[in-house]
């Protein structure tokens, strides 16, 4: 049976736990029951599942009780290669990945299945590229990882600088800098649990350790070079802002999926493009000394959490699988990024991606619910294979996520001194 004549168009997988709850609350807010979109719940524990459903309902006033509910294990295959034939689209937060996602990800490559999900896991992700892009582009799997914070905001956002510099100047941006101007949000127990897992992975296994180090580990093999290096760990002055930064913690992923877009995209952005991302930290005395607060509390906490008897006995005071930011809490989070673009001649573009809610939870529940939404309704430019949420989903995600609170605008266009447009 060909996806779009499948049973489901889409299954929020692991809608029991915090993340995959607040997709399906988007999902159900926005698109009704069997209306638009033919979607159901699914997870391990049907008592759960059913006490989502009751829970839906209730709060948002939307007659949910007849989404269906899909029950299994992500350890049983039988049950993976059934749910992968029901659906055109798995829309997975079952996470750690790499503890539980590897699977799944066969599955839906096998069967033409349709995937997306909220990995932060590099090593793990190199792992299923390498394993399955093969199957997934004879099937006709697209198969999109990244799609909440990180890092739909950065790799849509330099896909739309990209194109605005074109639009205006006819061509790419050769550099592009993205800065956190603010954001409000808090950790949950499932990505905690996916942090130690990475670290815990690292510890085991130097590859793991190489594909977070290497500023293009997930470029398609042949192509893993370029102009940028690793990510800074220091605090450093930013003229272009004029503001002292910091390393931003997700920059590690996100510059590594915007290098890959770039990639699969043929180089759209140009074979020498730069992508750089850091937090603004203000000027002046008070700036630099956030700046080498905020540098020195994140390389202390990494390399606290690198050695396992310190990772072990920290972990069970952090929040638990399951546990998140209350509502109010997300209500009252957002995020404010800064991005500059800079064209080969010194053009120079600024631009602006804002969400409302808070980024990791609030806001990363509607952009993934926006991404299956868009692997199941829209017409795509790309087949099978293992792509980034720009490569894949570009245009028509950026017309979706208005819908979902996350803004793309550009606040001003100049040029710069041949000396700064070269920096
Ligand atoms: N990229 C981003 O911006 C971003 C943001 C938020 C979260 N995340 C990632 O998303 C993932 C989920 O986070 P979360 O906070 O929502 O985690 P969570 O609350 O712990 O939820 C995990 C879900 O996985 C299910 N599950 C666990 N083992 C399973 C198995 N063997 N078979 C089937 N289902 C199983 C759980 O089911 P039970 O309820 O039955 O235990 C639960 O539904 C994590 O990997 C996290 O890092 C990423």
């Not at 839906?108 to 792992?127: I, P």
């Not at 804002?354 to 299956?372: I, N, V």
Request: glycine share 12%; proline share 5%; net charge neutral.
């Amino acid at each position: 049976m060909t996806p779009e004549n499948r049973e489901f168009e889409i299954v929020v997988w692991g809608a029991s736990g915090f993340t995959g709850r607040l997709t399906a609350e988007y999902l159900l807010a926005q698109y009704g029951v069997a209306k638009e979109i033919r979607w159901a719940i699914g997870g391990r524990n049907q008592g759960k599942l059913q006490t989502v459903r009751e829970e839906l309902v209730r709060e948002t006033g939307v007659e949910a009780s007849s989404i269906p509910i899909v029950v299994g294990d992500s350890g049983d295959e039988a049950f993976l290669s059934e749910l992968a034939t029901r659906t055109a689209v798995v829309c997975t937060t079952v996470g750690p990945y790499a503890k539980y996602g590897s699977r799944l990800v066969e599955a839906c490559a096998k069967n033409g299945t349709s995937y997306c999900d909220l990995t932060g896991e590099v090593h793990w992700m190199q792992r299923m590229i390498e394993a399955h892009q093969d199957e997934a582009r004879s099937s006709g799997a697209r198969i999109v990882f990244n799609c909440g914070f990180d890092c739909i905001p950065s790799d849509l956002g330099a896909f739309f600088m990209q194109r605005e510099m074109k639009l205006r100047h006819g061509i790419p941006c050769s550099r592009l800098q993205l800065r956190v101007k603010g954001f409000s949000g808090t950790a949950s127990g499932g990505t905690i649990a996916s942090m130690l897992s990475m670290l815990e992975e690292a510890g085991k296994d130097p590859q793991v350790g190489r594909a977070m180090k290497e500023p293009y580990s997930l470029n398609p093999k042949d192509v893993r070079t370029g102009p940028d290096a690793a990510e800074p760990l220091a605090p450093h002055y930013d003229s272009d802002f004029g503001q002292w930064t910091a390393p931003f913690i997700m920059a590690g992923i996100n510059t590594k999926v915007v290098r890959r877009s770039n990639a699969l995209l043929d180089y759209a952005y140009g074979k020498d493009f730069r992508y750089d991302e850091a937090m603004l930290m203000g000027p002046g005395p008070t700036g630099f000394a956030k700046a080498a607060s905020t540098s020195i509390g994140s390389a202390a906490m990494m390399a606290a959490m690198s050695i396992g008897p310190l990772r072990r006995a920290l972990s069970g005071r952090l929040p638990q699988p399951g546990d998140g930011p209350t509502l109010a809490q997300r209500e009252a989070g957002y995020f404010d990024l800064l991005l500059r673009g800079t064209g080969r001649d010194g053009q120079i573009l600024r631009g602006r991606v804002r969400g409302d809610r808070d980024p990791g939870y609030g806001s990363t529940s509607k952009m993934l619910a926006e991404s299956a939404v868009c692997l199941a309704k829209d017409t795509l430019g790309v087949g099978g294979g293992i792509w980034t949420p720009a490569s894949a989903l570009g245009e028509a995600l950026l017309a979706r996520l208005p819908k979902a609170g996350v803004r793309f605008q550009i606040e001003e266009e100049g040029a710069a001194s041949t000396a700064a447009a070269s920096r």
